[in-house]
Every structure is written in structure tokens, then in C-alpha cells.
């Protein structure tokens, strides 16, 4: 509302705004033709805009493509036109009322002027008189009497005007009765009659506070608060059409906006007459207070209330809104329990009708009001979200009836809420402000895994459910049993309060979401829990499946995998809140997959390691030291040796590694998904202290996986060292009977060792994909030279001149064998170890044997000084007093080693 016309009887209270004349020639020139006659000004204006509009036409429309948006920019257009319209509308209905106003008091004032002329021609006349001598010694009756007959008329006026007040406030209202468009002027009267009556009223109530026990007197000036009452009554009248008029017209589209407009002026006008009746009352109390006493002006100022127009709008708009989805969608949640389920489409549908009727707020109701009330911020937009919450709340009530789609749907529909409201200029929250999300914990196992689904009426476990089956889960879903951290919506305020300022508003998230998403998130443990139990009896009782290059594969783990990713999909579509809750989950039936494929392939409780050990040769001729088999994952090794077959083995190296790689693509999609990294981090404080001190709450399972890899490497090697002709064969080495022959001397052993690796070796590249192969061969070199070293230790009783260089060809002959599957710097590491122990069984003198026993030391530190005093007993040449003597030295020379490492 740029201008303000204020009601003809308030020109003392309501200052008038001129409108600016039209533009003279001296304020602008306009360049014309002689003898032409010179344009118009305003025609100047009109045909630069036209030429304006057609260049911006034309830069929009430069390129062919361009035309398909005619039909967006015209109704870009038509809408600016409308809002233009309706200031246009606003600010000539008050320019017109102001100048009617205006001729008005003009009329008055020349009646007045004329009224005053006849009346000094009568007082002349008589002072021409004879008698008019007399007049100036009775100059004071005169004064008393022209004094008391101005009261006696002023009071028959004001009387007058106070009996005829009931009949022009009738007259007023009966301007509304047949149509709301004049209710700026039905205010007007009314206002004008309030003013008019104010003193009146004002000398009444004081009266009737001088004269509280005189009976006469108020019964005298009961009849004239009837009259006044009658001006309150149609106040009260106006007041109901006036705020009918705003909750009828907010959403009633392109027809409501010119009655907005009407009422918003009503609005305008009455708060700035608030504004001057404040003023006025200020000034009222402080001359009162100079004076120090009480003013009959005091009371006046009590009927001087401001009635906060403004502020009644608002209320109105509040409350507008929930009445709005009440009567769209408030009939639709049915009660838990209830004969007929909620139907979530239907609520959504209701929902979308809902934002399009938001959307026409938003065009048409909106521009009626002042810019500075930033209504669709500051009030229509918070009430708006409070009723979504609200009603995600009343959602909330019936979720166990709803199932997962449902609830999927209605996450889905809130992230396209947001998006609206943000193209309508309102931050909505799409998730939590910290992204930290109330979720139930997945139930696991003592050993961490998830711990299996239920059994149907037979005893066996549920099949593996489809995606489709899971999103139409619906009654009787079991809860974790854990307990569901929950945010009370009483915690989160909405609204604004009643001031005129209101500062920025939280959009924030519904707290009743963090329901919905645990009732899913139970939902979706339970059906990975199903999953991975029959996951597990498919591993149990299919084979093995071979690819088509050969490899061998467990085909349960990628099925796993995809169910996992499908769920991850659908999660994805409620938005970060479920994608967060989902994140929990599968983290956790990761780890419980990893878990559970360890056991597997650790043969765990089938047999212990002293058995897989149990050949009586090697018992007697091969004891492998404490310092390197006693520890766990060397015995989990050597258990899955014993008790996993060799195939099944090397096929969980290719299932290891690959879920470990499909664990990084789920890290991935997950940040992805989530859109940061620092999400994943946060989530890990959920997670436990499984996942202390990781990047993210899935890395857990993935080192798991690439543990569970080396693992089946480790033990496939093993299972190859403990092949009990292998075994048999190591027992032989380095020995030799009290007559000087021995089978590994003359190369027989060694030959069948290697024919016999070979062998393996040839599965490994057979079953096992190129890529893991060289591990695992790396790994049964490693172990073939470790258990050579380990049978020199305990084996080799006399060395002889031949020894030495069958220790050489039993280097050479581990290179030819391993040759076509390492590389040649992974061999020359390994066999620099059986050197370095040749080089201490070749030494010529101690001191050669100190230095190669040194070199013993810094390659392989495990075997302490065991190797020193071996092969020093071994040697016949070098007498028992100098062996001491050396072995001191090597002792020495080990601790100085260890103390060098720590």
C-alpha cells in the first residue's frame, strides 16, 4: 500500500498523501518537429518500452530451440501481470477514494465560508442601529450569553450526533451485505463514527466514575451506552466479514486476490490509526504526569485501545492451515487397528493436491500482502510445516500398518516437498541438522555376525526374499532388541509467535521420521538376517561353481552382495535419513557375512591343530617351533589346512577378494549416496567400538574380507605343507643314517618335493584368477622355505663335505620350480634365506661363522640363536670349547640385533 486515505471526519488523526501531478515541460523536454505537432510525453515513454520489450524478446528467442519456451515465458508473464494488476488496483481504488474524499471536505469548507459571511452581515446590522450605543455596556452579558448558548448548541449536536449514531452504523454495515468489495469504506464509516463518539464516550465513562453511587445519574446515561454499544456491535460485524474474508480468499486461487488485497488495506490503514492513537495516548499520560494528577484525557486514552489488525491477520493465516489439511487429508489416516489401512497413495496424492494449492498461495495470495510482512516466510510457509509434521506424526501412529513402500513413499514425497518449498524460496531440512540418525541397532550373534532369521511352521528358514516381497512387508514386524532412541515433537517448535518482526525460521526436520525409519530398519535386519541364513545352507550344500576360464567361485557371496545393493537402491530413495539407517545395517550384516565366511573357511571346531599334525614321522623328525605356530592366526591356518579341502580353499580366495572388492563399491555408493565422506566418519560413533578409529562404518567388514583373503592364501599354502607325503618328504631332508647314505643327498627328496609342489601349483593356476594366484603361490614358496629352514634346525646332524652343495641345489632347484609363478625379486627373497643358512653351515672359521650367523639374524630375528648352536653341534671340525666361545659371541651379537629392532 504506497498511499493512505484516511475517513473525512479523522483529518485532525489521518495525515492525506498527494499524488504528484502530471510531468510540466519544465520537467522534461521532448525533442519535435516544426511545424509538427509535438508528441505526447508520455508517448515517448510508451514507445521506448516497446522498443525495450522487443529486444528482450529477441535476445530470448535467438535460437531455434528457444521457441519451445514460449509457453514458460508466457506464463511468467501472465502471473507478473496479475500481481502487477493487483497494485494497480490497490493504489487506484485509494488515489480514487482520496480524491473523493478530498472533494468532500472541499464541499464542506466552501459551505462553511458562506455560512460565516451571513452571519457577520446579521452582527453587523444591529451595530448600526440606534440602539447600539447600548451594546458596549453590556459587552459582558453579551460575552455570557453568546458562551452559554455555543454549549447549549454543541451539546444538542453532539446528543444529536450520539442518538443518530445506531442508524449511520447500520447504514455502514448495510454496505456489506450485498458485496465485500466495500469494505474499505464500510471501515471508513465505522472509524469515523468511533472517532466521532470518543469524546462523548470518554465524558460518559468519566461521569459514570464520579457519580458511582448516584442511581440517577446511571440510570441517565444508560441509554447512551446503548448507543454507543450499537457502534462496538457493528465494529464486531465488520470485524467477522473482514477476517471471513482473509480465511476464505487464502486459498481460493486467482479469485481470492482482489479480496485479500481489500481486506489487506483495511489492515494497513487500521495499523497506521493504531500508530497515531499510541502517540496520542503517550502524550495524554505525560502531561498527566506533569500536572501530577489524575486527568479526565487519562480516561479517555482507556477506550484509545489498538486492535493489532496485524497481528489477527496472522492468526488467521495460522490457523487457516491446518483447517486447509484437515479437510484435505485429515480424514484419511485412519485409527491404529482400525478395519480399513491407510492408503498411502491415496495420502500422497492428497498431499500433492495439497502443495498445489501452496503454489497458488504463493502466486496469488501472497502479493496482496506487503512485502514487508514477508508473509509466505515468516508465517504461511512455518505453519505449513508444522502440519506436514504434524502429520507425519499422525503417520507415525499407523506405521506398523504401513508397509515398507509405504514408508519409502511417504520419505520419498517430504525430499520432494523440500525441493518445492525450495524453489518457493523456503529452506526446508531434508535431514537432521547433525546427520546423526535414531536408529535401532541390528541384532548380532556372540560372534558378530546377524544372527539368522526365524523358521516358518516346517522348522526351516524363511527363502530368500524378493526386493518386491520386502517392500510389501507389512504386519507383524518384529522390532531389534535393542532399544530405539526417540526424539519427543514436543522439542521442536515450528511457529512463530505473534510479534509483528519475526526473524528467520527453522524448517527443521520431523521428528517422525525417526520412527518411520526404525520400523523400517527393523524390517530390513530381518530380511538380511533371512537372507544370510539361507545364504549360508546354499554354501553348505551347493558345490563349488566353476567359471568359464576355469576359477572356482561361491556363488552365494554375489548374490549376497546384490541383494545388499538393492536394498541400498531402495533406501536411497527416502533420502539421507534411511540411507544413514540403512548404512547401520548393512555395515552390520557385512561383518556378520565376513564373520561367518572366516568360519567357513577356518574349518573352526572341527579339529584341533595337534591333529592336522598328527603324522608319527614327523612327530619324531619335525617339530615346529612355539615362536611361530603358537600364535592364533597361525593355528587358525593350520586348522583350516587340516579340515578345508583344498579347492574350497582356493575358491574362498577369489570369494574373499571379491567381496572385498564389492565392500569398497558399497563404501563408495554409500558416500555417494550420503554425499559425504564425513557422514560415513559419523556414523562410526553408532557403530561401536568394532569400528574405532576407521574412515567409515563399513571399513570394518572390508578389512575382514581382505584378512579372510590372505587367510585362504595362507591356508591353502599350508594344506599344501601338510600333505602328508609333503610332510613325509620334509622329514627326510638333511638327514643321514650312521652309514652316510641318505635319500637327500642324492636329490631324490628334493625331486619328489618339487614334483609334488608342482602339482599344486598347477591347481592354483587353474582354480585360483590370475591376479591372486601369484599370492598364493608366493605363499606356499614362503612356507616351503620356512619348513626347509625349520628341517635343517632340527635335522641336520653332521655336516659333511657333500652338504653344502646339495643345500645349493636345493636352491636351484626351488627356482626352477617356482620360476614360471614369481617374480624373480620375490624368488631371489626367499632363497636369500636358505643362502644365508648355507653360508652358516659353509663357514671355514669362527669368525666367518659369527658373520654369516649375523646375516641369519637381520633376515630371519624368529629364529633367535637356535641356528648358531645347531649347526656349530653339527660340526665336527671345531672343538666344544671354541663352539662356546662362538656361541657366546653369536649371543651377544643376537642381542644387540634385538635391541636394535625394539
Not at 513413499?409 to 535431514?431: K, R
Not at 535414531?438 to 532369521?453: I, S, W, Y
Not at 518386491?468 to 512387508?473: G, K, T, V
Given at each position: 500500500m504506497d498511499g493512505r486515505e484516511g475517513a473525512s471526519g479523522l483529518e485532525g488523526v489521518i495525515g492525506r498523501h498527494d499524488s504528484p501531478g502530471p510531468s510540466t515541460s519544465s520537467d522534461r523536454t521532448f525533442p519535435w518537429t516544426p511545424g509538427v505537432n509535438p508528441p505526447v510525453p508520455w508517448q515517448v515513454d510508451v514507445d521506448g518500452a516497446r522498443e525495450e520489450a522487443r529486444r528482450q524478446v529477441a535476445q530470448m528467442l535467438q535460437r531455434p530451440e528457444d521457441l519451445a519456451r514460449l509457453p514458460e515465458l508466457k506464463e511468467a508473464v501472465a502471473a507478473k501481470l496479475q500481481r502487477l494488476d493487483l497494485v494497480m488496483t490497490s493504489q487506484l481504488e485509494a488515489a480514487t477514494d482520496g480524491t473523493r474524499v478530498g472533494l468532500d471536505g472541499l464541499q464542506k469548507a466552501r459551505g462553511a465560508v458562506l455560512r460565516t459571511r451571513d452571519n457577520f452581515s446579521q452582527i453587523e446590522a444591529p451595530s448600526k442601529g440606534e440602539k447600539a450605543g447600548g451594546l458596549a455596556d453590556n459587552h459582558h452579558l453579551i460575552r455570557d450569553l453568546a458562551v452559554m448558548r455555543a454549549n447549549i448548541s454543541r451539546t444538542i449536536r453532539d446528543a444529536e450526533a450520539v442518538v443518530a449514531l445506531p442508524e449511520e452504523a447500520a447504514r455502514a454495515i448495510e454496505l456489506l451485505d450485498d458485496d465485500e468489495q466495500n469494505l474499505f469504506e464500510c471501515w471508513e464509516r465505522l472509524s469515523e463514527l468511533a472517532q466521532r463518539a470518543r469524546p462523548a464516550r470518554a465524558a460518559l465513562e468519566a461521569a459514570r466514575r464520579r457519580a458511582d453511587n448516584d442511581t440517577t445519574t446511571l440510570s441517565m446515561t444508560e441509554p447512551a451506552a446503548a448507543q454507543f454499544a450499537a457502534i462496538d456491535d457493528a465494529m464486531d460485524r465488520f470485524e467477522t466479514t473482514l477476517w471471513r474474508s482473509v480465511r476464505g480468499s487464502l486459498f481460493a486461487g486467482r479469485g481470492g486476490s482482489a479480496a485479500l488485497a481489500r481486506a489487506m488495506r483495511v489492515v494497513e490503514e487500521q495499523e497506521a490509526l493504531d500508530e497515531l492513537l499510541v502517540e496520542k495516548v503517550e502524550k495524554v499520560r505525560e502531561r498527566a504526569v506533569r500536572k501530577n494528577k489524575a486527568s479526565e484525557e487519562l480516561v479517555d486514552s482507556i477506550i484509545m485501545v489498538s486492535k493489532h489488525y496485524k497481528r489477527q491477520v496472522l492468526r488467521e493465516i495460522r490457523e487457516a492451515v491446518p483447517e486447509r489439511f484437515e479437510m484435505t487429508v485429515g480424514s484419511l489416516v485412519t485409527d491404529p487397528g482400525g478395519e480399513e489401512a491407510t492408503n498411502v497413495p491415496v495420502v500422497i496424492e492428497n498431499l500433492d493436491v495439497l502443495m498445489q494449492q501452496l503454489t497458488e498461495l504463493y502466486d496469488y495470495a501472497v502479493p496482496a500482502f506487503p512485502t514487508k510482512y514477508k508473509i509466505f516466510e515468516l508465517v504461511v510457509a512455518p505453519a505449513w510445516h508444522k502440519q506436514i509434521c504434524l502429520f507425519i506424526d499422525r503417520?507415525?501412529?499407523?506405521?506398523?500398518?504401513?508397509?515398507?513402500?509405504?514408508?519409502?513413499?511417504?520419505?520419498?514425497?517430504?525430499?520432494?516437498?523440500?525441493?518445492?518449498?525450495?524453489?518457493?524460496?523456503?529452506?526446508?531440512?531434508?535431514?537432521?541438522?547433525?546427520?546423526?540418525?535414531?536408529?535401532?541397532?541390528?541384532?548380532?550373534?556372540?560372534?558378530?555376525?546377524?544372527?539368522?532369521?526365524?523358521?516358518?511352521?516346517?522348522?526351516?528358514?524363511?527363502?530368500?526374499?524378493?526386493?518386491?516381497?520386502?517392500?510389501?512387508?507389512?504386519?507383524?514386524?518384529?522390532?531389534?532388541?535393542n532399544k530405539i532412541d526417540k526424539i519427543s515433537s514436543d522439542e521442536v517448535e515450528y511457529t512463530i509467535s505473534d510479534d509483528e518482526e519475526g526473524g528467520d525460521v527453522q524448517m527443521t526436520y520431523p521428528v517422525g521420521f525417526y520412527e518411520l525409519v526404525n520400523i523400517y530398519t527393523s524390517r530390513m535386519t530381518k530380511t538380511v538376517q533371512t537372507w544370510s541364513a539361507n545364504l549360508r545352507r546354499m554354501t553348505t550344500t551347493q558345490p563349488l561353481k566353476p567359471a568359464e576360464d576355469g576359477t572356482l567361485w561361491t556363488a552365494s557371496d554375489v548374490e549376497f552382495f546384490r541383494l545388499l545393493n538393492e536394498q541400498l537402491e531402495v533406501a536411497m530413495s527416502g533420502g539421507k535419513i534411511l540411507v544413514s539407517a540403512a548404512a547401520m545395517v548393512i555395515s552390520s550384516a557385512l561383518s556378520g557375512f565376513a564373520s561367518e565366511q572366516y568360519k567357513r573357511l577356518s574349518g573352526e571346531g572341527v579339529s584341533s591343530t595337534n591333529a592336522a599334525l598328527a603324522s608319527p614321522s614327523f612327530s619324531r623328525h619335525f617339530r615346529t617351533t612355539s615362536n611361530v605356530i603358537e600364535n592364533a592366526a597361525e593355528r587358525a591356518v593350520m586348522t583350516a589346512a587340516k579340515n578345508v579341502d583344498y579347492n574350497v580353499l582356493l575358491a574362498g580366495v577369489n570369494d574373499a577378494s571379491r567381496c572385498h572388492r564389492l565392500a569398497l563399491e558399497m563404501e563408495s555408493s554409500l558416500v555417494d549416496a550420503l554425499q559425504s565422506s564425513d557422514a560415513m566418519k559419523r556414523l562410526v560413533k553408532k557403530a561401536g567400538a568394532a569400528a574405532t578409529g576407521k574412515s567409515s562404518v563399513v571399513r570394518p567388514a572390508i578389512d575382514m574380507f581382505l584378512a579372510n583373503t590372505e587367510h585362504c592364501a595362507a591356508a591353502a599354502a599350508a594344506a599344501v605343507t601338510s600333505d602328508p607325503s609333503v610332510i613325509s618328504l620334509f622329514g627326510q631332508m638333511y638327514a643321514v643314517d650312521k652309514g652316510g647314505t641318505s635319500p637327500w643327498l642324492e636329490g631324490e627328496v628334493t625331486e619328489t618335493l618339487v614334483a609334488t609342489v608342482l602339482d599344486y601349483l598347477g591347481d592354483v593356476v587353474q582354480f585360483v584368477t590370475r591376479d591372486l594366484a601369484s599370492m598364493v603361490n608366493e605363499a606356499v614358496f614362503n612356507r616351503v622355505v620356512k619348513h626347509m629352514i625349520e628341517a635343517c634346525m632340527k635335522q641336520l646332524q653332521t655336516i659333511r663335505p657333500e652338504t653344502v652343495g646339495r643345500m645349493e641345489e636345493d636352491e636351484n632347484a626351488l627356482r626352477e620350480c617356482f620360476e614360471d609363478f614369481l617374480p624373480s625379486n620375490r624368488l631371489d627373497l626367499g632363497l636369500q634365506r636358505l643362502a644365508d643358512v648355507r653360508d652358516l653351515a659353509a663357514a671355514d672359521d669362527t669368525e666367518s661363522f659369527v658373520l654369516a650367523y649375523g646375516l641369519v639374524v637381520q633376515s630371519m630375528p624368529e629364529l633367535g640363536i637356535e641356528p648358531a648352536e645347531r649347526l656349530l653341534a653339527a660340526r665336527e671340525d671345531i672343538p666344544r670349547a671354541t663352539q662356546r666361545e662362538v656361541l657366546e659371541e653369536c649371543r651377544e651379537l643376537l642381542s644387540n640385533q634385538m635391541a636394535i629392532r625394539k
Open positions: 503417520l507415525v501412529e499407523v506405521a506398523r500398518d504401513l508397509s515398507n513402500a509405504d514408508i519409502i513413499a511417504v520419505l520419498n514425497w517430504y525430499q520432494s516437498y523440500a525441493a518445492q518449498m525450495d524453489a518457493l524460496g523456503v529452506e526446508v531440512e531434508t535431514e537432521p541438522s547433525e546427520s546423526e540418525v535414531a536408529v535401532g541397532t541390528p541384532v548380532h550373534d556372540k560372534n558378530g555376525g546377524l544372527q539368522p532369521g526365524g523358521k516358518n511352521e516346517k522348522g526351516e528358514s524363511p527363502s530368500v526374499l524378493s526386493i518386491e516381497s520386502f517392500l510389501s512387508s507389512t504386519h507383524g514386524a518384529v522390532m531389534t532388541t
